[in-house]
Nanobody
Framework: QVQLVESGGGLVQPGGSLSVSCVAS????????MSWYRQAPGKEREWVAS????????NYSDSVKGRFTISRVNAKKTVYLQMNSLKPEDTAVYYC?????WGQGTQVTVSS
């Protein structure tokens, strides 16, 4: 059974940094691209970043490019999202996605 478990969310001040992670199980993690999405209150879920299976290519939405970094460690079946220079508009529940499956999400709140 595919399972994705996010963690690492929390409250951070504007301009601060936070890293969230997602541990996968139930599928051949090292063979598949992974993505991060987010959903802010009252808004649709939006794509944030993706990384290929071998980390050869990473893509970002324009809203986070230059501030966020997606990475993965296949031996740990884990994908990460390092978020720097956080803004209040980054406040959302962050979800990882692989093979079309979703985790439960982790809340990130950017506020002073």
């Amino acid at each position: 059974q595919v399972q994705l478990v996010e963690s690492g969310g929390g409250l951070v001040q504007p301009g601060g940094s936070l890293s969230v992670s997602c541990v996968a199980s139930g599928f051949a993690f090292a063979s598949y691209a992974m993505s991060w999405y987010r959903q802010a209150p009252g808004k649709e879920r939006e794509w944030v970043a993706s990384i290929t299976a071998t980390s050869s290519r990473r893509n970002y939405s324009d809203s986070v490019k230059g501030r966020f970094t997606i990475s993965r460690v296949n031996a740990k079946k884990t994908v990460y999202l390092q978020m720097n220079s956080l803004k209040p508009e980054d406040t959302a529940v962050y979800y990882c996605n692989g093979l079309g499956w979703w985790g439960q999400g982790t809340q990130v709140t950017v506020s002073s």
